[in-house]
């Protein structure tokens, strides 16, 4: 089941790539130079800790999350289509935990990257 804006027509969701690519940097820019936590929810009730945002396809967000407890990023790569996404929640890091916060590959203001070709 995929979350869906009311009133939006099919495939409109809140959280597409362009969230991603640009709203969300504008969100965590004035902060950069605080260690920002990223969690997502997911509608299946998944909640991710994201450490490293890989690619912002169209359909889908490939990252990796934080293990289960620990402090390291896992070396699975989870593919979550947008549609999937119901909320974010962006919170300054706290020192009481030793992870790094999260990161990604920002796009330039006024770029896209590159789309797949299919």
């Not at 969230?19 to 997502?40: C, G, H, S, Y």
């Not at 991710?48 to 967000?61: P, Q, T």
Request: include cysteine; hydrophobic fraction near 35%.
């Amino acid at each position: 089941m995929a979350v869906q804006l009311i009133g939006g027509s099919a495939g409109d969701v809140p959280f597409n790539r362009t969230f991603f690519n640009v709203t969300l940097a504008d969100l965590v820019e004035p902060a950069k130079d605080q260690a920002q936590k990223l969690t997502l929810y997911l509608v299946d009730g998944t909640t991710l800790d994201v450490c490293r945002i890989e690619e912002m396809a169209d359909g889908y967000l490939a990252l990796r999350a934080y293990r289960n407890g620990s402090d390291a990023c896992d070396t699975t790569l989870h593919l979550i289509p947008y549609g999937t996404i119901y909320r974010l929640e962006i919170a300054q890091h706290g020192s009481d935990n030793d992870r790094m916060g999260f990161s990604w590959v920002g796009s330039r203001k006024g770029s896209t990257p590159p789309r797949r070709s299919k």
